[in-house]
């Protein structure tokens, strides 16, 4: 498993910009596909975006296309997710998981389908 804690949250005002970093523990990472998750207060869960351990497969939800870019660097065990345009809806604690796989390209929009979590990190877009 991979250990994973997120960091660079806050409050920031709408139209504004944040850059989530996770940084993560464990040999594993480099063969670990990697998510961003949000959950907002009294909803449930929601994917964000995830990427490949590749780095070659991408995929985004339809509501951040466009404003938030998932990146990794394998080298630093760190997976980003800078986010511009925010908001008040994007108001959400974000959390990032990741799922060790074989498969380069293997992405998951699932939840349920990751190994390992971090503690989340909470993003206020507010006036």
């Known amino acids: 498993q991979v250990e994973l804690v997120e960091s660079g949250g806050g409050l920031v005002q709408p139209g504004g910009s944040l850059r989530l970093s996770c940084a993560a523990s464990?040999?594993?990472?480099?063969?670990?596909?990697m998510g961003w998750f949000r959950q907002a207060p009294g909803k449930e869960r929601e994917f964000v975006a995830t990427?490949?351990?590749?780095?070659?497969?991408?995929h985004y939800a339809d509501s951040v296309k466009g404003r938030f870019t998932i990146s990794r660097d394998n080298a630093k065990n760190t997976v980003y997710l800078p986010m511009n345009s925010l908001k008040p809806e994007d108001t959400a604690v974000y959390y990032c998981?990741?799922?060790?796989?074989?498969?380069?390209?293997?992405?998951?929009?699932?939840?349920?389908?990751?190994?390992?979590w971090g503690q989340g990190t909470q993003v206020t877009v507010s006036s």
């Open positions: 998981a990741a799922k060790t796989t074989y498969l380069s390209t293997a992405i998951y929009t699932n939840g349920a389908e990751y190994d390992s």
């Open positions: 464990g040999r594993t990472f480099s063969r670990s596909a």
């Open positions: 990427m490949s351990w590749s780095g070659g497969n991408i």
